[in-house]
């Protein structure tokens, strides 16, 4: 009962450490691509030394060789998913590529039934949707649907698919691997393909002398250190489709951070939804 507190309460954290990102990215002085290249790149030093004390403690290899599919599995996906999300971004509007990211939990469920079985509780289900429909009454001052953005709201939609695959592909390897083997691991593999990406989009790739390495490095420990750390402890002893609704906290927690840092202002809606989502999570936590 204590492991699954103190899990429910890293997701809860995690998902407060990656409600700073779409901030961060805000401030960053490079593109977004380039912006995720940096946000692994910062974090992997961090993530090694953490590994390489934990190796050290354990004297054991921090993975196997059958770990090596679900390694690469993990690193693609979340490499994917930032990609994806910044074309997003470019192409919508920003509520939108907030939005349709967070429909993640669907494909984490449809995953866990489809491929590994696992039962789903009428209960955990109006949960999701309660929480889903929370999301999209946070959001729906700002939506901007059909038209124009159609492209870059598919690219929302495909955001979730990757960042579904990454949720389950974690909590599978967590139920052998550490949380530093995974992020240091994964990292490995994400961090050059998010180099591409920049690459490909034609991005500077260096800031301007004193120009927004705060933002970055910020982003590195906070976001990426902090909050995905602290995801995949949690997804280690709780289901990944429970720990997907629980992560639609940071749609809620990154528009009061929003509001409080950038002045953006607070709605009714947004006290809506938010109390919607909140409603949701503990129903799905009930029937999870």
Same mark, same amino acid.
């Given at each position: ?23 961060l ?39 196997q060789?059958g ?33 349709f ?25 109006l ?21 124009e953005?159609? +492209? #870059?709201? !598919?690219?929302?939609? /495909? &955001?979730?698919?990757f960042? *579904? %695959?990454?949720? @389950? ?74 720990g ?14 929003? +509001? #409080?840092? !950038?002045?953006?202002? /607070? &709605?009714?809606?947004?006290? *809506? %939804?938010?109390? @919607? ?12």
């Amino acid at each position: 009962m204590k492991t699954g507190r103190l899990a429910l309460a890293c997701l809860l954290l995690g998902a407060v450490g990656i409600a700073f990102a779409p901030i961060l990215v805000r401030l960053s002085p490079l593109g977004p691509s380039a912006t995720a290249f940096y946000r692994l790149l910062l974090a992997l030093p961090v993530l090694a030394l953490w590994l390489a004390w934990e190796t050290r403690l354990r004297k054991q290899a921090p993975f196997q060789k059958g770990d090596v599919k679900g390694l690469l599995t993990a690193g693609v996906c979340f490499a994917a998913d930032l990609a994806v999300w910044h074309w997003s971004v470019l192409l919508t509007t920003i509520a939108n590529a907030t939005l349709f990211p967070n429909f993640a939990p669907i494909y984490v469920t449809l995953a866990g039934w489809i491929l590994f079985r696992q039962g789903v509780r009428p209960l955990f289900i109006l949960g999701m949707v309660l929480a889903l429909g929370g999301a999209v009454l946070l959001m729906s001052g700002n939506l901007s649907l059909g038209g124009e953005h159609l +492209a #870059g709201d !598919l690219l929302g939609q /495909l &955001t979730a698919v990757f960042y *579904a %695959g990454y949720i @389950v592909a974690v909590g599978r390897l967590r139920q052998r691997l550490s949380t530093a083997a995974i992020m240091t691991m994964s990292g490995l593999v994400t961090t050059p393909l998010l180099l591409l990406a920049a690459l490909a989009s034609g991005e500077a790739l260096w800031p301007q002398p004193g120009q927004g390495w705060e933002a970055l490095i910020a982003l590195a420990l906070v976001s990426h250190v902090g909050g995905q750390s602290l995801i995949a402890y949690g997804l280690a002893h709780l289901p990944a489709s429970f720990g997907s609704v629980v992560l639609l906290l940071q749609p809620l927690v990154a528009t009061l951070l929003a +509001a #409080g840092m !950038l002045n953006e202002p /607070l &709605t009714l809606l947004v006290a *809506a %939804g938010g109390g @919607v989502i909140l409603a949701g999570i503990v129903l799905a936590k009930r029937g999870s």
